[in-house]
Nanobody
């Protein structure tokens, strides 16, 4: 069974850093593009960052480009998102996402599998 499980969320203060992790199982990790999306209440889920299956990219949303790093460890079947200098507007539920192929999932319809999401709250 294919599965994505996020961890690392919580309450952080503005200016701090956080690291989200995505543990994957049930598929050939290096053949699947992976990414992060986020969603706030009442808003559409939005793209944050992504990598292709072999790890090419990365691709970032403009809102996080200069302060985030996405990475994947093909030996551990895990993906990470490091977000630095967090802001209150980064508050959202963050989702790990997998594409149906090796492409980087940079848009909603490219996502074939979602994690359950993890809450990140940034206090000012």
């Amino acid at each position: 069974q294919r599965q994505l499980i996020e961890s690392g969320g919580g309450l952080v203060q503005a200016g701090d850093s956080l690291r989200l992790s995505c543990t994957t199982s049930g598929f050939t990790f290096s053949s699947v593009g992976l990414g992060w999306f986020r969603q706030t209440s009442g808003e559409e889920r939005e793209f944050v960052a992504a990598l292709t299956g072999p790890g090419f990219g990365p691709y970032y949303a403009a809102s996080v480009k200069d302060r985030s790093t996405i990475s994947r460890d093909n030996t551990k079947n895990m993906m990470y998102l490091q977000l630095n200098n967090v802001r209150p507007e980064d508050t959202a539920v963050y989702y790990c996402a997998a594409a149906a192929s090796a492409i980087a999932p940079t848009w909603l319809r490219a996502v074939d599998l979602w994690g359950q999401g993890v809450q990140v709250t940034v206090s000012s």
